[in-house]
C-alpha cells in the first residue's frame, strides 16, 4: 500500500472524528460495529455518521468486511495513515507530501515538507503487511492475540525507534534528527546521503570498514546492538574537507577524493537490543559478519584482524561503559514489556528487517493479503479491559517518550 494523500484535503473535521471512532473500536475488534463507531465518534445525529462512513469506505480509509456476522468496518492501512498525517499537520510538523523514496517489508519511507519549505523524511512502520501476509498459514493468530494486532505493533515499531533515535543523536552518534512520532509513523531529518548498497566503489574500503566496526563496538559500550547492521541501513554521507587555507569547498571546486571524507549515517532501529539481551551475542555477531560479507562481496575488501567478538566488546562495555542507553531509553517511556511484544511479533510473522528485501512485495500481492483478511469471518474479542489498559500504556508511554531526556554524551 502506498501513501496517497490527495484526498485528506477532503476530508471534513466530523470525518476525522469517525475515523477516530473506528481506530479506537479496533482496540477491541476486528470488526468495529456501525453503532459503536456512532457511539465512539460522539457526533449528534446517526444521518452525519452515516455520510462520513460512506465517504471514508469510499476512499479506503475503512473497510466493510464481507461475511461479518454483524454489520460493522474495519480501519485499513490508508486510514491509519491519514490520522497520523492530520496529527502531524496539527502540531505543524508537516505541511505537504512529497514523493516514497523508499519500500521495504516492515516500512515505507516518503518525503514531506515542513511549511517553511525544508525537506523531512515520512518513516511509516508496517508490521502489517507482514502479519496479513501469514494470516493463510497462522489464520488464528491476530483473533487470539488482539493485543498483537498490526496497528499495536507497528505503533510500538516507531516509538522504539523514536526512542533510541533520540537518545542516540544525543549522545553523539551519526543518526538522523528525530522530529515526531505519531502512531506508527516518525518524523526525521533528510539526510543528503545514499544507502552504501548504492555505491559502487569507496576510496579506502578499510578506514570505511574499520570506521563501521567502531560503531559497532561504540554501540556495545553504551548497551547496544543495533540488531540489523547492514548495507540498507547504512548511509554514507560526503563531507567536505577544509583546505589548507582553512576554506572548505564551494560550489565552483569539483569534489575529489582528496577533498571529501565519507561519514556513515546509522538507520533503522526497530530491531535493537540491549546488551543483556538473550541473544546478545547472536545479534552482535551477525551485524559483524553482515559488514564483513558485504566488503568481500563489494569491495574485495578483507580485512587481516579477526573480530571484533562479542566477548571482548562485553569486557570493553564493564571496564570503560558508556551510558546505558538501553536502561534511559526503557525508564522514559518504552517498557521492557513492550520490547518483548515487538520482538516476540517481529520472530512470529517473520519480520527480519527491511534489508533482507528492500523492494518489499508488489501492491497486488497487497491488495490479495487485505482481501483475504476481509473477507474471513471475524468475531468480537472478549479481552476489552485488558485492551484498554494495553492502549492507556502505550498512550502514555508515547507521551513521555515526546519528552525523552537522556544525560549528556560521554563519548571521547
Wanted: aromatic share 8%; hydrophobic share 35%; with cysteine.
Amino acid at each position: 500500500m502506498k501513501l496517497d494523500a490527495k484526498m485528506i484535503r477532503y476530508l471534513t473535521s466530523e470525518d476525522f472524528r469517525v475515523l477516530q471512532g473506528v481506530e479506537a473500536g479496533s482496540r477491541n475488534h476486528e470488526v468495529v460495529p456501525t453503532p459503536l463507531i456512532t457511539q465512539l465518534s460522539g457526533l449528534r445525529g446517526g444521518s452525519g455518521v452515516h455520510r462520513s462512513i460512506s465517504n471514508l469506505a469510499k476512499t479506503n480509509l475503512i473497510a466493510k468486511v464481507k461475511n461479518a456476522k454483524y454489520d460493522g468496518y474495519r480501519l485499513t492501512y490508508g486510514g491509519l495513515d491519514y490520522l497520523a498525517l492530520n496529527a502531524h499537520q496539527k502540531q505543524k510538523v508537516v505541511y505537504s507530501v512529497g514523493n516514497q523514496i523508499g519500500v521495504g517489508k516492515e516500512s515505507d519511507i516518503v518525503v514531506v515538507a515542513h511549511e517553511s519549505g525544508s525537506q523531512r523524511i515520512l518513516k511509516i512502520h508496517r508490521l502489517g503487511r507482514i502479519s496479513f501476509r501469514t494470516v493463510k498459514t497462522n489464520r488464528d493468530y491476530l483473533r487470539h492475540r488482539n493485543a498483537s494486532s498490526w496497528m499495536y505493533m507497528s505503533r510500538l515499531a516507531a516509538m522504539k525507534e523514536f526512542a533510541f533515535m533520540k537518545a542516540l543523536r544525543e549522545n553523539g552518534f551519526s543518526v538522523p534528527e528525530p522530529i515526531a512520532q505519531n502512531r506508527h509513523t516518525i518524523i526525521m531529518s533528510l539526510i543528503d546521503a545514499f544507502p552504501l548498497r548504492q555505491i559502487a566503489e569507496v576510496p579506502n574500503p578499510a578506514s570505511l570498514y574499520s570506521e563501521l566496526m567502531e560503531i559497532i563496538l561504540e554501540l556495545a559500550r553504551f548497551g547496544l546492538i543495533h540488531g540489523d547492521f547492514n548495507e540498507f541501513n547504512i548511509l554514507i554521507k560526503e563531507i567536505p574537507i577544509p583546505n589548507a587555507e582553512g576554506k572548505t569547498l564551494d560550489d565552483s571546486e569539483p569534489a575529489t577524493e582528496e577533498n571529501m571524507r565519507l561519514e556513515p549515517v546509522i538507520i533503522d532501529f526497530p530491531q535493537m537490543v540491549s546488551i543483556d539481551h538473550a541473544n546478545a551475542e547472536m545479534y552482535f555477531d551477525r551485524d559483524v559478519n553482515c559488514i564483513k560479507r558485504y566488503f568481500k562481496r563489494k569491495f574485495h575488501f578483507e580485512s587481516d584482524v579477526p573480530g571484533p567478538f562479542f566477548k571482548d566488546a562485553r569486557k570493553k562495555f564493564i571496564k570503560n561503559p558508556g551510558k546505558r542507553l538501553d536502561v534511559e531509553v526503557e525508564a522514559s517511556g518504552f517498557s521492557r514489556k513492550m520490547a518483548r511484544e515487538l520482538e516476540k511479533y517481529m520472530q512470529d510473522v517473520g519480520a527480519n528487517g527491511d534489508g533482507e528485501d528492500s523492494e518489499g512485495g508488489s501492491d497486488e500481492d497487497e491488495d490479495e493479503d487485505e482481501e483475504e483478511q476481509s473477507g474471513s469471518e471475524v468475531e468480537v474479542s472478549a479481552e476489552d479491559a485488558q485492551s484498554d489498559q494495553v492502549s492507556a500504556e502505550v498512550e502514555e508511554s508515547s507521551k513521555r517518550l515526546e519528552g525523552l531526556q537522556v544525560s549528556g554524551s560521554s563519548r571521547q
